[in-house]
């Protein structure tokens, strides 16, 4: 157990699970630092009252009185100020190629599901917050929530078939962080968690790969993942004419040392030259 | 200058540049340990020949009589050789990162681009190597050369759209490596030279914001990537209903500090609340 403990707003639903996935992200950070958690419980009306006035938007932490606001933010200021504790981003170049490959989950992945679970997200919140979340959402994303829903079984199959780059770098290695975890993880697991607080219908294969990274991760810190307000996200099925929800054949494709010499490449060799 | 060369079997085309990206991301892994480079000419066909029996694939190098074959195999042995010199992969999440964005940059760019220019590909290589390369690459893509790059001004608008992930990171940063360069620069800028080489369009817009980070890859190392048989990869104009090709309001998105109190988020709160 750590000695000290940083205060955070969390952003939840009605179940009692974190939404936000840049407030799981937090969550995951102060615990990488080997802080203990002091939860402030709330969702999303009132968060200039809980905060008196500090901010608009969550996460927010409290640290020995200091406030710090917003998700990168946080994680300038815990690294800056735990500096006998793990990086949470171990080299300037993680968070150059971090901001690539989060932009990159949520055009593939986060921005879709949104648009396929948007109505799940409505239902799970609050019933105080129903209101405000149903009218902000359908500003954001340009419709009723319950048409946008509409239709995801047939979606879903090739928003699980993009998630290919994230498999492929989690072939071989345990984190994204390598042999240990670092934001980049944590980062990227704040979407998956943020679709399994609301997901009322699974969006990936039940022997999608990418499972035992997810598992790996929310085991952390006592499990912090393992929230029981949390929704299984695995289980999605593949239909007669769906896209294959993940590669098989992971052996194709990537970067990883291929050439051992002319006998490892002789099959493709012949394959490409059938019609010489 | 450094004092010691590393043998290295180049895989050209008819203007002398390098075609391969693989080749091209290791010309600047070889010189990033500051060695220079003893370039041993030639083309797709003869390989085996050329390097007696070694490897059907390039690169290949060879260091003191030692024999190192494929790029990743390459990046490994010189990290764990020159260790005096800078890492070309300075912490392990690096690797696992790259091989993410990696398999993103080729099913986002580099395969489509491989489609689109894969006529030009076959045109500009040697006389003695197009006969192999029309046939292997017709086997590889799945159509004749020409069919298949038809068409192409209506799919490189969205190409370029499709980099925005690469653009977000590059945007506070001189290279993905951060304030200097390492691995995932090279691996990247791989593609675009590749395409470079044999580009009879261009592929991007003339004020693509990736222009910066391009040019300053290239001109590393003597400018390196500046090879004159390189042709204008930057230049690709907007028509009459194709999506931008970059994001202009670049403000918007990813991951930077964005919230340092309400006064940060009330523009976006008046909007999401517009409807109440």
């Not at 939840?12 to 990488?32: C, D, L, M, N, Y």
């Not at 959402?137 to 319950?146: F, N, Y």
Request: aromatic fraction near 10%; hydrophobic fraction near 40%.
């Amino acid at each position: 157990m750590a000695d000290k403990s940083v205060t955070l707003y969390d952003l939840q639903v009605s179940t009692g699970a974190t939404i936000s996935p840049f407030v799981w992200a937090t969550k995951f950070a102060v615990r990488h630092k080997g802080l203990d958690l002091d939860i402030v419980d709330g969702g999303f009306t009132g968060i200039m009252d809980r905060t008196g006035g500090k901010t608009e938007r969550l996460p927010a932490i409290v640290d020995d009185g200091t406030w710090v606001l917003d998700s990168w933010g946080i994680v300038e200021y815990l690294d800056a100020t735990y500096t006998d504790a793990p990086p949470l981003i171990p080299h300037e170049s993680v968070a150059v190629m971090l901001k690539a490959l989060d932009a990159w989950f949520w055009g593939a992945a986060v921005g879709p599901w949104m648009r396929s679970y948007c109505a799940d997200y409505r239902d799970v919140c609050f019933e105080h917050d129903k209101d405000y979340v149903t009218s902000s959402r359908e500003v954001m994303l340009g419709g009723k929530l319950e048409d946008l829903q509409a239709g995801r079984e047939d979606r879903l199959p090739a928003i699980s078939a993009a998630l290919e780059p994230l498999r492929l770098a989690l072939r071989e290695a345990d984190f994204l962080g390598g042999s240990s975890p670092n934001y980049a993880d944590y980062r990227i697991i704040g979407g998956f968690l943020w679709l399994a607080s609301l997901a009322q219908t699974p969006a990936l294969a039940t022997d999608d790969p990418l499972r035992g990274w997810y598992q790996r991760v929310c085991d952390l810190y006592g499990g912090l993942g393992n929230h029981p307000g949390l929704f299984p996200i695995f289980g999605l099925e593949q239909r007669e004419g769906d896209p294959e929800l993940f590669i098989r054949d992971a052996g194709i494709g990537g970067i990883y040392k291929r050439n051992t010499g002319p006998a490892s490449t002789q099959a493709e060799t012949k394959m490409i030259r059938k019609q010489d």
